[in-house]
């Protein structure tokens, strides 16, 4: 890609980014650390954007380098990160009672990296040369699967508390712990409306 042609990309990812936030150069450019007038050259293309202010950007707008090269599309890592896991809400009937519990929706090469890293940096016996060769093997293995659109996995989060046996649970049934599940979601809920 030209010079030239990379000016205009970033010139249009900063009136993107700055029209979508709702904010005048003005505000823009006090964001990132510079005045008005030169923030207005850098998005007609007449100045270059520094490497300070590019990464003030990136930083404060939580969008890649990339994306501001317009070399990427306008996803930020948050929109990135919620297509590689997020949380959905199921309904079960328990014949009188309907009781929603979530799943959480993980990739599935994501998953296995995260399983598989937590192993090899938590075993103490495997040396040290053979656990980066490892890592990096798992890394490199979890960005091509992802690149090729892996499926999704459903997983049920459950609270660590209700992992340990008491003498609460010794009878339980399936749908006694999904109740309980239900159960700790509203008690998070209702923790987080009291903080705030």
């Known amino acids: 890609m030209k010079y030239e042609e990379v000016k205009k990309n970033v010139s249009k990812q900063l009136k993107i980014l700055r029209k979508r936030s709702g904010e005048t150069q003005e505000t823009f450019a006090s964001k990132i650390g510079t005045s008005k007038e030169n923030y207005a050259k850098i998005e007609q293309g007449k100045t270059n954007l520094t490497l300070e202010n590019l990464t003030q950007i990136a930083e404060y707008y939580h969008v890649s380098f990339d994306f501001i090269c317009g070399q990427e599309d306008d996803k930020t890592s948050l929109d990135k990160l919620e297509s590689l896991i997020f949380i959905e809400y199921h309904k079960l009937d328990i014949g009188s009672q309907i009781i929603e ?18 192993y090899i940096k938590n075993n103490q016996a495997i040396p040290s040369d053979i656990k980066n060769y490892w890592m990096k093997k798992e890394i490199d293995e ?55």
């Open 101 to 118: 519990y979530p799943t959480l929706n993980i990739n599935q090469a994501l998953f296995k990296y995260l399983l598989q890293s937590a």
């Open 142 to 196: 979890c960005y091509d699967s992802i690149n090729n659109k892996t499926q999704m996995k459903k997983v049920v989060p459950i609270m660590e508390e209700l992992i340990y046996p008491d003498e609460h649970k010794n009878n339980w049934k399936q749908e006694d712990l999904i109740k309980e599940i239900s159960h700790q979601k509203i008690l998070f809920n209702l923790e987080r409306e009291r903080d705030s």
